[in-house]
């Protein structure tokens, strides 16, 4: 199965807030163009010679996707020359690690859907789409492979990230772990870390200041937690034609977000907490024995509009704030503008 990838792939993915002014405008025509390039380049490292490996390896990033990780490389790399031959490879090989996680981590979840299309294992089976995960992360490891020692140590340490998070958030928290604090540590590993690796290798490929470094991979990883904060508070929205899903998948399917264990830490206490969370809990559990989804749909209302879901939104802004801190000793510029706008984007958006 194969779907087109239009030639304006890239400009779409890129971010209308990100620059306002006459001379912003410029620079983010350049930096279209580059992204643009980076997409080239990466649905060629995506064809295999065997058509057995093929279709299933290109099948998510044909479904599309926000392209965030090579965007962030691309914009670290201007805090020096700018991008180059090594750049390109950077954002290429942090995207084909992203995706790869994709495969893994819905064989895992036994998720059914991944942007907006049947999820690759539900087309395939589990063993084709870990090995299309596999096939990209060997990709990934390839790219990395002539860009130094340092990079390769950069990309090991994050797929080990990677995995120790997915490894965590399957076994969940053991006796004694908070469970609010394991949950942010998975959120760390599953997404900031790679994100924080796209930031970081801008900067080590692109020219800039070594110092600029640990920064923007500190933002990384802050944008990377808010990110998945703000998936949580819009797991719960009304408005299907935004999230395109029903709203409280992940409750319905008891997947425990943040919202609910802050709803599990007020129960302790709080007894229309608890009536709530033992509502969602049974609801859960019978909808996974097989009743309709819509068991919990008073129940999803409820906690969309729970002083925990406001407060969810609370602590995404705050991570999202965080990251802005730590750019902050960054000189003034278009790119440093571009930085603190995305944050802010990822906290008010939509969808």
């Known amino acids: 199965m194969s779907l087109p990838i239009a030639e304006d792939t890239a400009t779409q ?6 620059f306002k002014g006459a001379r912003d405008k410029l620079h983010a025509k350049k930096l279209e163009k580059e992204m643009a390039h980076v997409e080239a380049q990466l649905v060629e490292q995506l064809s295999f010679a065997s058509p057995v490996a093929d279709a299933p390896a ?24 700018g991008p180059n031959e090594l750049v390109h490879r950077a954002a290429v090989s942090v995207e084909l690690t992203h995706l790869a996680s994709l495969y893994h981590d819905d064989v895992m979840d036994e ?3 991944r942007r907006g299309v049947p999820a690759a294992h539900t087309v395939w089976s589990n063993s084709v789409a870990i090995l299309a995960g596999d096939l990209l992360f060997a990709r990934a490891s390839s790219l990395v492979s002539g860009m130094g020692e340092e990079a390769i140590v950069l990309q090991a340490k994050t797929f080990e990230r990677l995995c120790l998070g997915q490894l965590h958030e399957t076994v969940g928290p053991q006796e004694g772990d908070d469970r609010i604090e394991h949950y942010m540590q998975v959120l760390a590993d599953k997404t900031g870390a790679l994100i924080a690796t796209a930031a970081r290798m801008g900067v080590m490929f692109g020219g800039a200041k070594a110092e600029y470094a640990d920064m923007v991979q500190e933002y990384g990883e802050r944008i990377g ?24 998948t992940d409750l319905r399917a008891g997947v425990q977000t943040l919202p609910v264990l802050l709803l599990q ?8 907490a608890k009536d709530l969370l033992v509502r969602i809990e ?9 009743e309709p989804a819509t068991l919990l749909d008073r129940e999803v209302a409820e906690l969309r ?8 939104l609370a602590t995404a802004k705050q991570w ?32």
């Open 13 to 18: 993915m890129l971010p209308t807030n990100l």
């Open 58 to 81: 290109r099948y998510l990033a044909e479904a599309g996707g926000k392209r965030i990780r090579p965007l962030l490389t691309l914009l670290a790399s201007q805090l020096g020359d």
């Open 111 to 113: 998720a059914t859907l």
């Open 225 to 248: 937690v808010a990110f998945q904060l703000i998936d949580d508070v819009l797991d719960l929205s009304e408005d299907k034609e935004q999230t395109g899903k029903l709203a409280g």
């Open 265 to 272: 830490r007020r129960a302790e206490t709080d007894r229309a």
């Open 282 to 290: 049974e609801g859960a559990a019978r909808i996974q024995a097989g």
């Open 305 to 312: 509009e729970h002083e925990v879901t406001a407060e969810t």
């Open 320 to 351: 999202a704030s965080d990251a802005v801190a730590a750019i902050a000793p960054l000189p003034n510029s278009t790119v440093k503008d571009a930085f603190e706008r995305l944050a802010d984007s990822i906290v008010t958006r939509e969808g």
